[in-house]
Nanobody
Framework: QVQLVESGGGLVQPGGSLRLSCAASGSIRSILDMGWYRQAPGKERELVAVIGNGDSTNYLDFVKGRFTISRDNAKNTVTLQMNSLKPEDTAVYYC?????????????WGQGTQVTVSS
């Protein structure tokens, strides 16, 4: 079994910062892409940022220049540093990882963490 556990969500004022972290554990042989998605009420889940195991990155246009994704391959963790937060960033944020367990390669999801940007 593989688990992704997120931490770091919360309430922040517009212009503030938050740091989300996600740790993968379990039967992991290798982790390919790691990323963060978000889903706001009444909206589809969308990709926020993704980082490959070669550290290539891709971002949602709306967060470019404000969010930074990074990973620690030794610890199987991925982090999303969010700066200059806007009310439109309010959503549940989900960690995602494409993981090779040695038997299969599958997408795994965290349980989600709430980010609320409000004054």
């Amino acid at each position: 079994q593989v688990q992704l556990v997120e931490s770091g969500g919360g309430l922040v004022q517009p212009g503030g910062s938050l740091r989300l972290s996600c740790a993968a554990s379990g039967s992991i042989r290798s982790i390919l892409d790691m990323g963060w998605y978000r889903q706001a009420p009444g909206k589809e889940r969308e990709l926020v940022a993704v980082i490959g195991n070669g550290d290539s990155t891709n971002y949602l246009d709306f967060v470019k220049g404000r969010f930074t994704i990074s990973r620690d391959n030794a610890k199987n963790t991925v982090t999303l540093q969010m700066n200059s937060l806007k009310p439109e960033d309010t959503a549940v944020y989900y960690c995602n990882a494409l993981i090779n367990t040695g038997w299969t390669t599958e997408n795994y999801w965290g349980q989600g963490t709430q980010v609320t940007v409000s004054s």
